[in-house]
């Protein structure tokens, strides 16, 4: 129903844009963006724009997701943390790409439908984890690549810690309103910085997971 608007959009908007990674590519061909928001909204579901999803949250713009995706350089033994996961429509992209995906999300109801989502299109290897994303997840690291889908004034260092030597951080950092969206490999010597254009993402709330009751 939905293969020639899903199509156009990678067409017009992210190969048009730049984006030349093809399992990047191939990955946004595969998953339904239409399934990862609400029933009201699916017939904007491939349009050139951020969309909310309730709770104060939003699905990002198409060549947002694209850009974030193609900058973290997923190899296919790797294993991902997303931090504010929200619709879980990245985590299904990432989980095309990586060996495994943790997706953490901070309110319960996003989490809750995320998870439920992922689970019926068949995407088994992405673990929907209901907690403060800023906190990373011990158990599970140490991590490959990160990704950050909200706005952070600095590189959060529980996070960094996290991450293995040569991994990729991808992460909007900027005051709320206006962000740069930046790339940063974690060396033996050091952190290597890159800044891959604007963006503006809901805050990073730190500490504060909300309740999954609805």
């Given amino acids: 129903m939905f293969e020639k608007e899903m199509e156009r959009m990678v067409d017009e908007q992210l190969i048009s844009r730049g ?6 590519l191939a990955a946004f061909r595969r998953v339904p963006r239409h399934e990862f928001v609400p029933r009201d909204l699916v017939d904007s579901a491939y349009g050139d724009f951020p969309l909310p999803i309730g709770e104060g949250q939003t699905i990002s713009q198409p060549y947002m997701v694209a850009l974030m995706t193609a900058l973290l350089e997923v190899k296919p033994t790797d294993v991902v943390i997303e931090v504010g996961s929200g619709s879980g429509y990245l985590a299904a992209i990432l989980s095309l790409l990586a060996k495994k995906v943790y997706a953490v999300e901070r309110i319960g109801i996003l989490s809750k439908r995320s998870g439920e989502t992922l689970q019926r299109l068949g995407f088994p290897n992405v673990e929907v984890i209901h907690a403060d994303g800023t906190l990373g997840q011990i158990k599970a690291a140490p991590f490959d690549r990160i990704i950050v ?36 490999t974690k060396l033996a010597y050091g952190l290597k910085r890159e800044e891959a254009g604007g963006c503006t993402f809901v805050p990073l709330v730190r500490g504060k997971v909300a309740s999954a009751d609805l």
């Fill in 149 to 184: 889908s909200a706005q952070a004034e600095d590189v959060p260092g529980g996070l960094l810690d996290q991450l293995t030597i040569d991994g990729i951080m991808v992460i909007p950092i900027g005051e709320q309103g206006y962000q740069e969206l930046t790339k940063i």
């Fill in 19 to 24: 984006i030349s990674d093809l399992r990047v």
